[in-house]
């Protein structure tokens, strides 16, 4: 960026702006010293936003050296803004420019430093998009024909254990067997009836049917209901 003004990096590494140089710049006709006690009328305070110096020339007659000031970028916006001119604006617009160019990464660690973070951050936005995603898809209601699987895989489970015991039981007996696998379902998955189980149940309550058992209640029940 070519230096319509000059500027100066501080020991804490902040750009300071030359108070002359911008008076010059703005081309303000009243003299600087002048100028600049009319400014402070805006509520600069020095030590804070400017700090006074003594240049390296004097007065054509002798005398004491001039005073200067080392400017903030805020204040320098601000005077610029104050003049209410096409120059003043163009200054704003520079130091604008500048304090965008000074956040940018200037050495290669920092460029890189840069671009771990975008890319951390972006992988964090994605990580958290998929969470969302998935939280959606868990949270639909079984597709009709997951259902009619998880039905059909139950009542298979239920006629299994039944031929295993090698006697028929009774309907009353059948019924506490259902009642039994669905109170398990229930239990796992947090619902009241089976038409609320969600995508996110589909496996659990799978694995959950392919493991059943009766309770020992449940066996006690049927019994004596035999």
Known sequence: MNELIKTFKQSNGSIAVDGRDLHN????????????????????????DFISFTGKRVKPQGGRPQVNHAL???????????????????????????????????????????????????????????????????????????????????????????????????????????KDINGGVKKITGIQTRSQLREGDFQNVQDYVSNWVPSTATLALIKQLA
């Open 25 to 48: 710049f703005l081309e303000v006709k009243e003299r600087y010293n002048d100028w600049f006690k009319d400014m402070q009328k805006y509520g600069f305070t020095e030590n804070v």
């Open 72 to 178: 903030t970028l805020d204040m320098a916006k601000e005077l610029s803004m104050i003049q209410r001119t096409k120059k003043g604006k163009q200054a704003r617009q520079y130091f604008i420019s500048m304090e965008k160019q000074a956040q940018l990464p200037q050495s290669p660690a920092e460029r890189l430093q840069l671009v771990m973070q975008v890319t951390n951050d972006q992988t964090q936005r994605i990580e958290k998009i998929d969470s969302r995603v998935t939280d959606l898809e868990d949270n639909q209601f079984l597709a009709p024909g997951e259902y009619n699987y998880l039905s059909k895989a139950i009542s298979k489970t239920i006629n299994n254990f039944i031929n295993a015991q090698q006697t028929g039981l009774n309907m009353k007996q059948r019924r506490e067997l259902y």
